[in-house]
């Protein structure tokens, strides 16, 4: 069954980090740029960051620019998103999603296959 698995979230203080990984089953990340979304109570989802299939381009939120980074281990077929000094706004479900194109495009589009999310909660 083709799935991405979202783990690694949780409740952390203002500041705090949080790693989230993202694994693939059933199918190849390799040539997939993934990215990480969230959605806040009451809010639309929003693009966070993405990866391209070799991991030599990314993007972030303005949101979260020189705070989250993103990585991918295509050998164990799975991304990450290292979140640092998070904030409460930073509260959300976070989910990751596997591109059918190679490099990510300019508006978080063209996501192929989502996970199903992990809560990551920041108390202040």
């Known amino acids: 069954q083709l799935q991405l698995v979202e783990s690694g979230g949780g409740l952390v203080q203002l500041g705090g980090s949080l790693r989230l990984s993202c694994a693939a089953s059933a199918f190849t990340l390799e040539y997939r740029a993934v990215a990480w979304f969230r959605q806040a109570p009451g809010k639309e989802r929003e693009g966070v960051s993405c990866i391209s299939g070799n991991g030599g381009s990314t993007k972030f939120a303005d949101s979260v620019k020189g705070r989250f980074t993103i990585a991918r281990d295509n050998a164990k077929n799975t991304a990450y998103l290292q979140m640092n000094s998070l904030k409460p706004e930073d509260t959300a479900v976070y989910y990751c999603?596997?591109?059918?194109?190679?490099?990510?495009?300019?508006?978080?589009?063209?996501?192929?296959?989502w996970g199903i999310g992990t809560l990551v909660t920041v108390s202040s």
């Open positions: 999603a596997a591109s059918s194109d190679y490099y990510c495009s300019s508006g978080f589009g063209g996501m192929q296959y």
